[in-house]
């Protein structure tokens, strides 16, 4: 999951114009710099992006432009609204959780590959993706979209072929079924790299309509009416409709040289290897798998709505005001109401903590009574955990959002390795009993963590240049 745009950007001064038509007066450059400022654009942007040396030259662009059109009946455009971001999210969300359907229909073949290669194919699927996605990013926004997704398809192609040494040399643990291993390998890799390319070339509607298929395909496997290889050859048909903007030629302005972001293609691979890592842990949380997994999938659309809302509530405070003075307070509003968004994930996944230990002696008599509470506290809490953690990316604090996403596993895996020393013969029942509250505990300790990044995030008036 990658964090959402909402709404064009302006791309010349006469866009930026019209974003700043709504002030009833403007006669002060200073004051028109300062609102320029507070909506996230620095010198450098106005450089690359306008062609003028400074902030200062900027506005004074823009304002000779305002009060050119003064007196003009209908010049100004009307003040808009709030971006409409609740399709675009859901949208997003419902392309997200194509792969996870795929994946439940799928189970029989699943487990005839090695859990170790599963685990590290998801990894490397959900990691690569969102690190080439967000190369992929600084090439289509200056038009290159083509370039960008053949440098998408060459991870994948990369990245294919590096499970397949792994499936062609591994030990039998670690493959299982050869012949089974290659396939699923190469449709979990697809399948993210499908998601990658439609939000690369902004194709997320046109792809979850060629997704259809796929969840058509899932219903009926799982009903077993359909063999499993028709649901690779339906993960491919929506993936080369990703990919279509690929065979297609970049206009001749898009060829100019764009610095690939490797900071941020960092960040954001270690974003996915955690958010990846903390759905392994959570999933294999036996015997409450389906407990942990339930709350995570249907957390998914509110996820994308809550950051798409945050997104253009921020947005649309630069033309609700006319100031700066009440733009901030607007920001403060947001980031209280943000803030408090962020509360119930924690509180829910609290009370079931409490209540795992606290059961009815009816329920408490059920031998994997308290697993299943813990393992569905896991899941609401890692919820939570992603919902800050887009959050944060969303806002630019891709250092906080990486730290966030591996938080969990290194409060998880610490104790079980503490452990493996101290005990160095413990069966595995034993290693389970110490996971599952290590895992809840370190997804709590997230969440905590999570609210304090996103507090000094949202009421930092800098995150939102």
Request: proline share 7%.
């Amino acid at each position: 999951m990658s964090a959402p745009t909402v709404g064009p950007p302006p791309r010349s001064i006469a866009d930026l114009a019209e974003r700043f038509a709504g002030s009833a007066v403007v006669v002060d450059v200073d004051e028109l710099v300062a609102t320029i400022e507070a909506a996230g654009i620095s010198d450098k942007q106005a450089q690359v992006k306008y062609g003028v040396p400074t902030v200062f030259a900027l506005g004074e662009a823009v304002l000779a432009q305002l009060w050119a059109r003064r007196g003009q009946p209908g010049a100004l455009p009307p003040r808009r609204v709030m971006a409409p971001f609740a399709r675009a999210a859901l949208a997003r969300a419902a392309l997200f959780l194509t792969p996870a359907l795929a994946a439940i229909a799928s189970d029989a073949t699943l487990d005839r590959v090695g859990w170790p290669l599963l685990a590290i194919t998801l990894v490397l699927g959900w990691s690569g993706g969102q690190a080439l996605a967000c190369a992929g990013y600084a090439r289509a926004g200056h038009g290159a979209t083509g370039a960008a997704l053949r440098r998408l398809g060459l991870g994948l192609l990369v990245g294919a072929a590096g499970c397949g040494v792994v499936v062609a040399l591994g030990p039998g643990w670690l493959v299982g079924s050869r012949a089974v291993a290659y396939p699923v390998c190469g449709v979990v890799l697809v399948a993210f790299a499908a998601v990658a390319a439609a939000l690369i070339g902004d194709r997320v509607g046109a792809v979850l309509r060629w997704s259809v298929p796929v969840w058509g395909v899932s219903l009926a496997l799982l009903a077993g009416m359909v063999p499993p290889w028709a649901l690779g050859a339906a993960v491919g048909l929506a993936a080369a409709r990703a990919f279509a903007p690929a065979l297609r030629r970049d206009p001749p302005g898009a060829r100019v040289p764009v610095r690939t972001p490797v900071g941020a293609m960092i960040a954001y691979l270690l974003v996915g290897a955690g958010q990846a890592g903390a759905f392994l842990l959570v999933s294999r949380l036996e015997p409450g798998a389906g407990a942990a997994a339930v709350p995570l999938l249907l957390a998914v659309p509110l996820i994308e709505l809550f950051v798409g809302w945050h997104a253009a509530g921020a947005a649309a405070g630069l033309d609700l005001y006319d100031d700066v003075a009440a733009y901030r307070r607007h920001l403060r509003a947001l980031g209280v109401v943000t803030l408090a968004a962020l509360v119930p994930p924690l509180a829910i996944g609290a009370a079931l903590v409490v209540a795992a230990f606290r059961l009815p002696y009816e329920l408490s008599r059920h031998p994997d009574a308290r697993a299943l509470v813990l393992s569905a506290a896991a899941g609401v809490l890692l919820a939570g955990a992603w919902a800050a953690t887009l959050l944060l990316a969303t806002r630019g604090r891709l250092v906080l959002a990486a730290l966030l996403a591996l938080a969990p596993v290194a409060f998880a895996v610490a104790p079980v390795a503490g452990l493996l020393v101290a005990v160095p013969t413990g069966g595995a029942d034993s290693l389970i009993q110490v996971l599952l509250p290590a895992t809840v505990a370190g997804l709590a300790a997230t969440s905590v963590l999570g609210l304090a990044a996103t507090a000094h995030t949202v009421f930092h008036s800098g995150s939102y240049r």
